[in-house]
Protein backbone atom coordinates (compact mmCIF):
# COMPACT_ATOMS: atom_id res chain seq x y z
CA UNK A 1 0.00 0.00 0.00
CA UNK A 2 3.26 2.36 0.71
CA UNK A 3 4.62 1.62 -2.99
CA UNK A 4 1.48 2.28 -4.65
CA UNK A 5 1.25 5.89 -2.67
CA UNK A 6 4.08 7.00 -4.54
CA UNK A 7 4.41 9.01 -7.41
CA UNK A 8 6.19 7.09 -9.86
CA UNK A 9 3.75 3.58 -9.40
CA UNK A 10 0.91 7.05 -9.91
CA UNK A 11 2.64 7.44 -12.95
CA UNK A 12 3.14 3.53 -13.73
CA UNK A 13 -0.54 2.76 -13.30
CA UNK A 14 -1.64 5.46 -15.73
CA UNK A 15 0.79 4.04 -18.45
CA UNK A 16 -0.90 0.77 -17.42
CA UNK A 17 -4.54 2.48 -18.03
CA UNK A 18 -3.13 3.69 -21.48
CA UNK A 19 -1.28 -0.30 -22.76
CA UNK A 20 -4.70 -2.24 -21.82
CA UNK A 21 -8.62 -1.39 -22.79
CA UNK A 22 -9.84 -3.50 -19.29
CA UNK A 23 -8.17 -1.54 -16.85
CA UNK A 24 -8.73 2.26 -18.52
CA UNK A 25 -12.16 3.00 -17.01
CA UNK A 26 -10.36 2.90 -13.83
CA UNK A 27 -9.11 6.35 -12.86
CA UNK A 28 -6.68 4.47 -9.46
CA UNK A 29 -6.19 1.23 -8.26
CA UNK A 30 -9.12 1.95 -5.81
CA UNK A 31 -11.58 2.32 -8.01
CA UNK A 32 -10.18 -0.94 -9.57
CA UNK A 33 -10.14 -2.93 -6.46
CA UNK A 34 -14.06 -1.61 -5.95
CA UNK A 35 -14.43 -3.04 -9.43
CA UNK A 36 -13.18 -6.20 -8.40
CA UNK A 37 -14.58 -6.57 -4.74
CA UNK A 38 -17.81 -5.08 -4.77
CA UNK A 39 -19.17 -6.06 -8.31
CA UNK A 40 -21.34 -8.92 -7.70
CA UNK A 41 -21.45 -10.13 -11.36
CA UNK A 42 -19.79 -9.04 -14.40
CA UNK A 43 -17.39 -12.06 -14.04
CA UNK A 44 -16.02 -11.98 -17.50
CA UNK A 45 -15.19 -8.09 -16.89
CA UNK A 46 -13.26 -9.38 -13.61
CA UNK A 47 -11.37 -11.88 -15.83
CA UNK A 48 -9.96 -9.09 -18.40
CA UNK A 49 -9.06 -6.75 -15.74
CA UNK A 50 -6.83 -9.82 -13.62
CA UNK A 51 -5.81 -11.23 -17.21
CA UNK A 52 -4.56 -7.66 -17.97
CA UNK A 53 -2.77 -7.20 -14.98
CA UNK A 54 -1.08 -10.89 -14.86
CA UNK A 55 0.27 -10.15 -18.27
CA UNK A 56 1.77 -6.54 -17.17
CA UNK A 57 3.47 -8.31 -14.28
CA UNK A 58 5.08 -11.23 -17.12
CA UNK A 59 6.29 -8.45 -19.23
CA UNK A 60 9.81 -6.93 -19.03
CA UNK A 61 8.75 -3.28 -19.33
CA UNK A 62 8.51 -0.46 -16.41
CA UNK A 63 4.77 -1.32 -15.89
CA UNK A 64 6.00 -5.24 -14.89
CA UNK A 65 6.38 -3.88 -10.69
CA UNK A 66 3.61 -1.82 -10.33
CA UNK A 67 0.97 -4.32 -12.10
CA UNK A 68 2.43 -7.09 -9.96
CA UNK A 69 1.56 -4.69 -6.76
CA UNK A 70 -2.02 -4.17 -8.09
CA UNK A 71 -2.55 -8.02 -8.21
CA UNK A 72 -1.20 -8.73 -4.96
CA UNK A 73 -3.55 -6.16 -3.17
CA UNK A 74 -6.59 -7.27 -5.63
CA UNK A 75 -5.65 -10.90 -4.14
CA UNK A 76 -5.20 -9.49 -0.99
CA UNK A 77 -8.63 -10.46 0.92
CA UNK A 78 -7.66 -14.22 -0.34
CA UNK A 79 -4.02 -14.04 0.86
CA UNK A 80 -5.27 -12.49 4.39
CA UNK A 81 -7.69 -15.69 4.49
CA UNK A 82 -4.07 -18.09 3.63
CA UNK A 83 -2.26 -15.95 6.28
CA UNK A 84 -4.78 -16.87 8.99
CA UNK A 85 -4.98 -20.31 8.16
CA UNK A 86 -1.27 -20.84 8.29
CA UNK A 87 -1.15 -19.34 11.38
CA UNK A 88 -3.62 -21.51 12.72
CA UNK A 89 -1.85 -24.85 11.17
CA UNK A 90 1.45 -23.08 12.97
CA UNK A 91 3.15 -23.68 9.21
CA UNK A 92 5.47 -20.85 10.54
CA UNK A 93 5.96 -17.27 13.20
CA UNK A 94 3.41 -14.68 11.78
CA UNK A 95 6.49 -12.79 9.71
CA UNK A 96 7.77 -16.24 8.26
CA UNK A 97 4.30 -16.67 6.69
CA UNK A 98 3.67 -13.24 5.20
CA UNK A 99 6.64 -13.63 3.65
CA UNK A 100 6.31 -17.02 2.32
CA UNK A 101 2.80 -16.28 0.34
CA UNK A 102 4.35 -13.26 -0.46
CA UNK A 103 7.04 -14.82 -2.28
CA UNK A 104 5.06 -17.67 -3.63
CA UNK A 105 2.07 -15.05 -5.16
CA UNK A 106 4.61 -12.90 -6.82
CA UNK A 107 6.25 -16.21 -8.49
CA UNK A 108 2.80 -17.66 -9.00
CA UNK A 109 1.68 -14.31 -10.39
CA UNK A 110 4.37 -14.23 -13.14
CA UNK A 111 4.65 -18.23 -14.02
CA UNK A 112 0.81 -18.35 -14.46
CA UNK A 113 -0.23 -20.10 -17.85
CA UNK A 114 -3.29 -17.90 -18.93
CA UNK A 115 -4.00 -20.34 -21.94
CA UNK A 116 -5.19 -23.21 -19.35
CA UNK A 117 -6.28 -21.14 -16.71
CA UNK A 118 -10.55 -20.38 -16.42
CA UNK A 119 -10.45 -18.32 -12.89
CA UNK A 120 -7.47 -16.43 -12.06
CA UNK A 121 -7.72 -15.79 -8.82
CA UNK A 122 -8.71 -18.60 -7.85
CA UNK A 123 -6.07 -20.52 -9.42
CA UNK A 124 -3.41 -18.40 -7.99
CA UNK A 125 -4.73 -18.80 -4.51
CA UNK A 126 -4.80 -22.32 -4.76
CA UNK A 127 -1.61 -23.46 -6.03
CA UNK A 128 -0.25 -20.83 -3.63
CA UNK A 129 -1.92 -22.75 -0.25
CA UNK A 130 -1.11 -26.42 -1.57
CA UNK A 131 2.33 -25.38 -2.18
CA UNK A 132 2.58 -24.08 1.41
CA UNK A 133 1.16 -26.88 2.82
CA UNK A 134 3.14 -29.09 1.19
CA UNK A 135 6.44 -27.63 1.78
CA UNK A 136 5.48 -27.24 5.23
CA UNK A 137 5.11 -30.81 5.44
CA UNK A 138 8.17 -32.06 4.00
CA UNK A 139 9.82 -29.95 6.31
CA UNK A 140 8.29 -31.58 9.11
CA UNK A 141 8.99 -34.93 7.86
CA UNK A 142 12.21 -33.88 7.32
CA UNK A 143 12.27 -32.73 10.95
CA UNK A 144 10.92 -35.78 12.21
CA UNK A 145 13.62 -38.30 10.66
CA UNK A 146 16.25 -36.39 11.33
CA UNK A 147 15.54 -36.02 15.49
CA UNK A 148 15.27 -39.38 15.35
CA UNK A 149 17.62 -41.08 12.93
CA UNK A 150 21.26 -40.41 12.42
CA UNK A 151 21.59 -38.82 8.81
CA UNK A 152 23.72 -42.29 7.69
CA UNK A 153 20.42 -44.10 8.37
CA UNK A 154 17.93 -42.02 6.88
CA UNK A 155 15.47 -44.62 5.20
CA UNK A 156 14.82 -44.58 1.36
CA UNK A 157 11.04 -44.82 1.75
CA UNK A 158 9.63 -43.09 4.35
CA UNK A 159 6.82 -44.12 5.87
CA UNK A 160 6.35 -40.86 7.67
CA UNK A 161 5.54 -39.38 4.22
CA UNK A 162 2.44 -41.42 3.52
CA UNK A 163 -0.43 -39.31 4.90
CA UNK A 164 1.37 -36.59 2.45
CA UNK A 165 1.34 -38.38 -0.28
CA UNK A 166 -2.14 -39.63 0.50
CA UNK A 167 -3.52 -36.07 0.78
CA UNK A 168 -1.59 -34.69 -2.31
CA UNK A 169 -2.98 -37.74 -4.50
CA UNK A 170 -6.46 -36.97 -2.96
CA UNK A 171 -5.88 -33.10 -4.19
CA UNK A 172 -4.76 -34.49 -7.74
CA UNK A 173 -7.70 -36.36 -8.19
CA UNK A 174 -10.17 -34.00 -6.76
CA UNK A 175 -8.74 -31.72 -9.59
CA UNK A 176 -9.10 -33.84 -11.88
CA UNK A 177 -12.84 -34.68 -11.37
CA UNK A 178 -13.88 -31.28 -10.31
CA UNK A 179 -10.97 -28.59 -11.50
CA UNK A 180 -10.98 -25.40 -9.67
CA UNK A 181 -13.58 -26.42 -7.17
CA UNK A 182 -11.58 -29.50 -6.05
CA UNK A 183 -10.41 -26.79 -3.53
CA UNK A 184 -13.53 -25.36 -2.29
CA UNK A 185 -14.85 -29.11 -2.34
CA UNK A 186 -11.58 -29.91 0.48
CA UNK A 187 -12.04 -26.92 2.33
CA UNK A 188 -15.55 -27.00 3.43
CA UNK A 189 -15.75 -30.94 3.26
CA UNK A 190 -12.79 -32.02 4.57
CA UNK A 191 -11.41 -29.01 6.32
CA UNK A 192 -14.23 -27.52 8.01
CA UNK A 193 -14.68 -24.45 6.70
CA UNK A 194 -17.81 -22.51 6.08
CA UNK A 195 -18.99 -21.81 2.91
CA UNK A 196 -18.83 -17.96 3.19
CA UNK A 197 -15.28 -18.30 4.07
CA UNK A 198 -14.67 -20.09 1.28
CA UNK A 199 -16.05 -17.50 -0.77
CA UNK A 200 -13.76 -15.10 1.09
CA UNK A 201 -10.84 -16.84 0.31
CA UNK A 202 -11.90 -17.22 -3.51
CA UNK A 203 -12.89 -13.87 -4.05
CA UNK A 204 -17.16 -15.01 -4.67
CA UNK A 205 -20.03 -14.01 -3.44
CA UNK A 206 -21.59 -16.38 -0.45
CA UNK A 207 -24.10 -17.49 -3.23
CA UNK A 208 -21.74 -18.40 -5.38
CA UNK A 209 -19.77 -20.53 -3.06
CA UNK A 210 -22.63 -22.29 -2.15
CA UNK A 211 -24.05 -23.15 -5.61
CA UNK A 212 -20.40 -24.03 -7.10
CA UNK A 213 -19.80 -26.15 -3.76
CA UNK A 214 -23.21 -27.98 -4.64
CA UNK A 215 -22.27 -28.64 -8.35
CA UNK A 216 -19.27 -30.01 -7.19
CA UNK A 217 -20.84 -32.29 -4.92
CA UNK A 218 -23.18 -33.66 -7.49
CA UNK A 219 -20.55 -34.23 -9.44
CA UNK A 220 -18.55 -36.30 -6.58
CA UNK A 221 -21.91 -38.57 -6.76
CA UNK A 222 -22.82 -39.20 -10.02
CA UNK A 223 -18.81 -40.29 -10.19
CA UNK A 224 -19.35 -42.86 -7.09
CA UNK A 225 -22.45 -44.06 -8.84
CA UNK A 226 -20.39 -45.17 -12.10
CA UNK A 227 -17.86 -47.06 -9.65
CA UNK A 228 -18.61 -50.54 -10.16
Known amino acids: MRSSSRLQF ?6 L ?8 PFRDPVALFDGLHRTRDASDDKKLILTALVEAAQSDGPVSDCALTVMLLALWPGLDAIRHRSIRRRIGSAEEITSEIMSRTTEAVRGLDLGRVTWIAATVLLNVERDMI ?3 RKRAEHTFLTSITAPDDLPADRAGGQQAAEAAALEDELRKLLGIDALLVIRVAIEGYSQAEVAAEFGLTHEAARKRYQRAMRRLRAAFVEIP
Do not use: V
Not at 10 to 15: D, G, L, N, T, Y
Open 10 to 15: QRSFEA
Open 17 to 24: RQAHAALA
Open 134 to 136: RAH
